[in-house]
Antibody
Framework: VQLVESGGGLVQPGGSLRLSCAASGFTVSANYMTWVRQAPGKGLEWVSL???????YYADSVKGRFTISRDNSKNTVYLQMNGLRAEDTAVYYC?????????????WGQGTLVTVSS | QSVLTQPPSVSGAPGQRVTISCTGS?????????VHWYQQLPGTAPKLLIYANNNRPSGVPDRFSGSESGTSASLAITGLQAEDEADYYC???????????FGTGTKVTVL
């Protein structure tokens, strides 16, 4: 199992970025896929989740601005981020979810840094 | 500000036992939602350490164990080793917020 994120970088406030998470060793459509972020020197924040059936979840802090999606043919998950703010600056991790009744994250990517600054 | 509160730091000498608490409320841990734990070594991505309160994924040493009681959960590390120096996070779900939540995080220092 491997997850490789890409697409991070420097963007101005109000701008957009699309993060990608290429998966190998398993099928993204058969698993819960999530994005978790970590601001510099801070803790973890659950950003978004796409369930196997396609239902999505977003943290209140990004609702209406971020969109999670997946491309089954490419076995890749995306996070489209619009209306970026300084407080969105963080390392964004892609993670695979499994469930015991509550989703837990059993494999993580290495992360991609998003910096929102003018 | 997370609804799951952890001590900012704990420390212990090699070989000692340390515990990390994760204090919640009746809308998360107290409501019966599972608690999962992650270890984040310096400069790396988090790694699953314990799932569903006290289950270890393959490859995680049995020095790590989890427990849950009422509105709190705990992670115990026995036989503390230098390689255990890391940040540790609990994770659950909060029904009042309708949100997946992580704890505030605890830095473990090996003296």
């Amino acid at each position: 199992v491997q997850l490789v994120e890409s697409g991070g970088g420097l963007v101005q406030p109000g701008g957009s970025l699309r993060l990608s998470c290429a998966a190998s060793g398993f099928t993204v459509s058969a698993n819960y896929m999530t994005w978790v972020r970590q601001a510099p020197g801070k803790g973890l924040e659950w950003v978004s989740l796409i369930y196997t059936g396609g239902t999505t979840y977003y943290a209140d802090s990004v609702k209406g601005r971020f969109t999670i999606s997946r491309d089954n043919s490419k076995n890749t998950v995306y996070l489209q981020m619009n209306g970026l703010r300084a407080e969105d600056t963080a390392v964004y991790y892609c993670a695979r979810g499994d469930t015991s009744g509550l989703v837990y994250l059993d494999y993580w990517g290495q992360g991609t840094l998003v910096t929102v600054s003018s | 500000q997370s609804v799951l509160t952890q001590p900012p730091s704990v420390s212990g000498a090699p070989g000692q036992r340390v515990t990390i608490s994760c204090t919640g409320s009746s809308s998360n841990i107290g409501a019966g939602y599972d608690v999962h734990w992650y270890q984040q070594l310096p400069g790396t991505a988090p790694k699953l350490l314990i799932y569903a309160n006290n289950n270890r994924p393959s490859g995680v040493p049995d020095r790590f164990s989890g427990s849950e009681s009422g509105t709190s959960a705990s992670l115990a590390i026995t036989g503390l080793q230098a390689e255990d120096e890391a940040d540790y996070y609990c994770q659950s779900y909060d029904s009042s917020l309708s949100a997946y939540v992580f704890g505030t995080g605890t830095k473990v220092t090996v003296l």
